[in-house]
């Protein structure tokens, strides 16, 4: 946020008319952690959710050299940056406005962006922020290590947010669990996930019956 005079190099480039340069400025600024307000930091949330929403299909004019290689490097330097953010909670880059492009990445077919997207959720306190991150753990057609890393951001938002989950799919996670078929590593992040949502005191005892059953 250096001045040049009156001017601001770096926010100005939030505004630019080049994608890479509002996704640049936007990535270097959120990577500094801003501690003091400003009146562009939602300039800031609009760029790395628009760098994090890129896809294939809007990479394909290839407009300025804009590629799907380049895409998937703004998107994962994006994610990145926007991880650093939830993690250390800053107070000035408000990430909640970025959230319905977050739990659309919870589906994204890039691995990593899934992963990163359900890490960064479980730092937002929003009913839809955890639901999204509890679906991507429930999801079969998920990869197990997207399952079991969604499982570890659910205790997450459970811990930083408390319960906010419904009924249909505290169930789900519960049934998980209390399966004898489900993969053993899977089973396990369930059930801390399960133990992180701070349950009434029945449910609870009812897992840990079944559990010393099986």
Same mark, same amino acid.
């Given at each position: 946020l250096y001045r040049i005079g009156p001017a601001q190099p770096l926010v100005q480039a939030l505004s630019f008319d080049d994608k890479a340069v509002r996704y640049s400025a936007a990535i270097a600024i959120a990577a500094a952690?801003?501690?003091?307000g400003f009146a562009e930091s939602k300039l800031v949330v609009k760029n790395l959710s628009q760098a994090l929403g890129q896809t294939p299909e809007q990479t394909? %004019? *290839?407009?300025?050299?804009?590629?799907?290689?380049?895409?998937?490097?703004?998107?994962l330097r994006a994610a990145e940056v926007m991880l650093k953010l939830a993690q250390t909670r800053n107070p000035v880059i408000d990430l909640s406005a970025a959230q319905s492009t977050l739990i659309d990445a919870t589906k994204n077919k890039r691995v990593e962006i899934q992963v990163l997207a359900g890490q960064i959720l479980a730092g937002l306190n929003s009913t839809e922020a955890q639901r999204a991150?509890?679906?991507?753990?429930?999801? %079969? *057609?998920?990869?197990?290590?997207v399952r079991i890393s969604a499982f570890d951001s659910l205790a997450i938002s459970a811990k930083l947010n408390a319960n906010l989950l419904d009924d249909e799919k505290i169930d789900a996670i519960y049934s998980l669990v209390s399966s004898k078929e489900i993969d053993p590593k899977l089973r396990s992040a369930a059930a801390a996930a399960y133990g992180a949502l701070n349950l009434p005191s029945r449910k609870v005892k009812d897992l840990i019956l079944d559990q010393a059953k099986s």
């Open positions: 952690g801003p501690k003091e394909s %004019e *290839n407009a300025k050299g804009w590629n799907e290689e380049l895409a998937n490097s703004y998107a991150v509890a679906a991507m753990a429930l999801a %079969e *057609n998920n990869t197990m290590d």
